[in-house]
């Protein structure tokens, strides 16, 4: 069970509790107590991807897909690859957690492992100074396409250091572009 949180970092995870299935594949975990709720539900087994449903609870049952090896190119404004830079797979809004990294090549190509692309959600999201996500980078991927392409804008990076009101240096505070859900955000 998972609560949306309104700075999510990259490559962090978080949950609010979690449940282990039982021989014959059932969970059961108590939510009704859990102050504020959570947002997501995702569930992980060995052999299949990541699955997430946001929202309500779903069926009694619930379809698993093999985990697949999803393959994504990164792309800036003029059709150049990315190098060198991370990726997250968001599979709720941009207020939940990463559930699959990875890094491209000097191509721009990095591989999402073991991940299910039939997720209704399955957003990318790189991370890199110098680039912003002109939109979500979907995954719309099935075995044997060419790598799913996300295109990011030129973006400029900021820094600086937060002081608080007696001028001294701020930690551990959130800094970031509030207008976009997913960031990008850091931490002092």
């Known amino acids: 069970l998972i609560e949306a949180r309104r700075t999510p970092l990259p490559r962090e995870f978080w949950s609010r509790r979690a449940a282990t299935s039982d021989q014959e594949g059932w969970i059961r975990v108590r939510s009704d107590d859990i102050k504020g709720g959570f947002h997501m539900l995702l569930l992980r087994a060995k052999g299949y991807g990541a699955s997430a ?3 309500a609870v779903p069926s009694l049952v619930w379809a698993l897909s093999p985990a697949q090896d999803v393959p994504v190119s990164l792309r800036d404004w003029q059709e150049r690859p990315v190098a060198d830079t991370r990726i997250g797979l968001c599979l709720g809004s941009g207020n939940t957690p ?3 990294h990875a890094t491209t090549d000097a191509n721009g190509n990095a591989v999402l ?4 692309p039939n997720n209704p959600v399955a957003d990318v999201y790189p991370s890199s100074p110098g680039l912003s996500l002109t939109d979500y980078g979907r995954i719309d991927w099935v075995p ?3 790598p799913t392409v996300v ?3 030129q973006g400029h990076r900021v820094e600086g250091v937060l002081l608080d ?3 001294k240096p701020f930690a551990g505070a959130f800094v970031g572009a509030p207008q ?3 960031g990008p955000w850091a931490k002092t």
């Open 180 to 182: 976009v859900v997913r």
């Open 98 to 100: 990463d559930v699959g």
């Open 165 to 167: 009101k007696d001028g």
């Open 144 to 146: 044997g396409d060419h």
């Open 113 to 116: 492992v073991g991940i299910d």
């Open 53 to 55: 449903v946001s929202g």
């Open 151 to 153: 295109t990011v804008a």
